[in-house]
């Protein structure tokens, strides 16, 4: 019988979550302690990828799910911290059913390798396992359409949860799915009830959340990460002897079944929100088009129609932002294979490296997290492999062997603030200002101006790195280029921050959506621009004429007490400058940490836009970051602040060599 192949695409997304679970959770086991529960959710994630597997006939995935669910199995009854090499040959496993589910995915059901590659893997884990058999047998012939009987740790003590949260929560179900996973990173959460689909759009009356945990935690350490979730009001925690009763019969007195409205969720392919996305731009410009028409329109009837257009607009914003809602991705969907990286990386480098992540529930716009996933990486493995220092290094400074690297995530206003902190080595600035020199980043005398924070910002120019040679994994400075234009792209910005022989800080600024932007319109040699709302400090206006007929590009401005670089945008771009005689407007825009004036012929205004990636040649003009469309119809080009501020200190460099050579 043919295998139901219209179940192939929900097997595929469903199979590839619980195996990068899978493998999270194995890395996970060389930090517990001894008799972790963590085991059960690994067995349970093993024995669900089979049965599945089962159901459409892909024999590959099954032969070596099952045998790693003997040695799963095996393993759990040892009560013991698992050998490395066990460890080991479990993630090769999980690496194999990875590539067994991404070929059934693509070559419909075809093998992935040959059957004596898969019959080979599946006999090394039934070897493992049968090695542990003397110790401790195990039953694993439970049939493979039954679901696993749970494995519960006798030694383990129950804890009961009762969790309030506040009568102003406006997303209890996503406060709880912050609860639900706060909880399981201590131990095994055999029971919650309401689930969160269940509080899914309920505003009123929230009924209390309870559980049950077992864990090694205390119940001090339970009830302060109920407490640090958001809008928790009160938690109270108690240890139980026996099983307690199913929480939803006890829950029934207290809370009414129609009360909990359970509302179905769909997966929905990211090309089909992306398509939407797309139209309600569109239908932004064309709203933004029917605004331009009705100026023209007689007085009489133009009040009317702009009225309309309002409530169309606000419609259409609201169509847009529910979309951007939809898209919003948890920061966890980039960390989870960090960890795995971590662990493979120290072990091949001999070091000992233990990756924290805070924040993993942040959420993010979706182009944001595929965008970020390359950058994120190279920064984590640049802290392991250069960061960090080796075991010996480490204890002949007095520091622990194992070293530490937090990548932490937080929500500010708008935007999302990205850290990745090691303790290490750290950089040496003026090891960095001698390798820019060297390597024609920046010239010897401008490099003797710069302080340490300035230095540090050198690491992000082409080819500037402490290390003379690099490794196959990476080097301090190779790639941080592309890692800072990647951030750049996404409307972000990111620093550096260092102190020698204690560690190094990246800091990333991001936005929580890249497709809507608040731009400052201005107008030069007739052409009108944008700039980010976010990096314009301010704004003024200064007459040149009081300044003699020197050179504009020498001129600075006092902005605040403060002396700003000022330049001419219409010279920078090889514009004709259209101003009239007279004061003419100033920005002074924020960046590489530090500030610079542009001039420019008019500002137009404020406007909200939707953003478009630029598209050859346009992607390779400095000072460029994206365009998106008027409601004249007129294409409108975004200005980068970091490439308009490279341009300026390109034009200084130029009229300095020129003024030298004179």
Same mark, same amino acid.
């Given at each position: ?247 939803? #019969? ?30 309600? *731009? ?243 040699? *007739? ?71 542009? #001039?420019?012929?008019?500002?137009? /205004? ?26 004249? /119809? ?25 003024? *030298?050579?004179?």
């Amino acid at each position: 019988m043919e295998p139901p192949r219209k179940y192939l695409p929900i097997f595929v997304a469903e199979a590839s979550e619980q195996l990068e679970e899978l493998a999270r959770e194995l890395v996970r086991l060389e930090a517990e302690a001894a008799g972790t529960p963590l085991w059960d959710s690994i067995f349970r994630r093993a024995h669900s990828v089979k049965g599945s597997a089962a159901t459409l006939g892909l024999t590959a995935i099954v032969d070596i799910a099952h045998a790693a669910e003997s040695l799963i199995g095996q393993l759990k009854l040892q009560r013991a911290s698992p050998r490395k090499s066990d460890v080991d040959l479990l993630l090769e496993a999980t690496d194999a059913l990875a590539v067994q589910v991404r070929a059934a995915a693509s070559a419909d059901l075809a093998p992935a390798s040959a059957p004596g590659a898969v019959a080979q893997l599946a006999d090394r884990l039934a070897s493992a396992a049968r090695a542990l058999e003397p110790l401790a047998p195990l039953d694993l012939k439970r049939p493979t359409s039954a679901p696993p009987a749970p494995i519960a740790d006798p030694l383990l003590p129950r804890l009961l949860f009762t969790v309030l949260l506040s009568p102003k929560c406006a997303a209890p179900a996503a406060r709880v799915m912050v609860l639900e996973r706060k909880l399981k990173k201590l131990g095994v959460l055999l029971e919650l009830f309401p689930a969160p689909a269940q509080l899914q759009g309920r505003k009123e009356a929230l009924p209390p959340v309870r559980g049950v945990l077992s864990t090694r935690a205390s119940a001090d350490e339970v009830r302060a990460a109920c407490l640090s979730v958001p809008e928790v009001d009160e938690a109270s925690v108690e240890q139980v002897s026996d099983a307690p009763p199913p929480l939803a #019969s006890r829950a029934s007195a207290e809370v009414k079944p129609t009360d909990l409205r359970v509302e179905p969720t769909i997966r929905v392919k990211a090309d089909a929100l992306d398509q939407v996305l797309d139209g309600a *731009g569109e239908l932004l410009l064309g709203i933004a088009r029917l605004r331009e028409s009705a100026r023209k329109l007689p007085e009489s009837h133009a009040s009317a129609f702009e009225a309309e257009i309002d409530r169309l607009r606000r419609q259409a914003r609201e169509l847009h932002g529910r979309v951007m809602t939809a898209r919003l991705t948890p920061f966890s969907a980039l960390t989870e294979r960090l960890p795995r990286a971590v662990r493979d990386l120290s072990h091949r480098l001999g070091k000992q490296v233990e990756l924290e992540i805070r924040g993993a529930e942040v959420e993010l716009d979706r182009a944001a997290i595929e965008a970020l996933a390359d950058p994120l990486s190279h920064l984590v493995r640049n802290a392991v492999d250069h960061g960090i220092e080796t075991i010996d290094e480490r204890l002949a400074k007095g520091k622990a062997a194992r070293g530490k690297i937090v990548l932490s995530a937080r929500r500010e206003r708008d935007r999302v603030l990205v850290d990745i902190e090691d303790d290490g080595r750290g950089l040496d600035a003026d090891a960095l200002r001698e390798r820019a020199v060297a390597c024609g980043a920046i010239f010897a005398e401008a490099a003797a101006t710069l302080d340490t924070a300035g230095c540090y910002q050198l690491a992000f120019l082409p080819g500037v790195s402490t290390k003379a040679e690099a490794t196959d994994v990476s080097g301090r400075g190779v790639g941080l280029d592309a890692v800072a234009r990647a951030i750049e792209a996404l409307g972000g910005k990111i620093e550096l921050h260092s102190q020698p022989g204690k560690g190094a800080r990246w800091s990333l600024q991001l936005p929580l959506a890249v497709s809507v932007a608040n731009l400052l319109l201005v107008q030069v040699g *007739g052409e009108t621009f944008g700039l980010p709302l976010h990096r314009v400090l301010l704004t003024t206006e200064y007459d040149q004429s009081a300044r003699g007929g020197e050179g504009f590009e020498s001129r600075s401005l006092v902005v605040a007490g403060q002396l700003v670089r000022a330049h001419s945008l219409a010279k920078l771009f090889g514009l004709p400058s259209l101003a009239p005689p007279g004061p003419r407007p100033f920005l002074v825009l924020e960046a590489e940490g530090g500030r610079f004036a542009l #001039s420019v012929d008019r500002l137009v /205004g404020q406007e909200e836009v939707v953003m478009k990636p630029l598209f050859p040649p346009l992607d390779r003009v400095p000072g460029l970051t994206g365009l998106s469309i008027l409601g004249n /119809g007129r294409p409108l080009l975004v200005l980068d602040p970091r490439g308009l501020h490279d341009l300026a200190v390109a034009a200084d460099a130029s009229a300095a060599a020129a003024k *030298g050579a004179a």
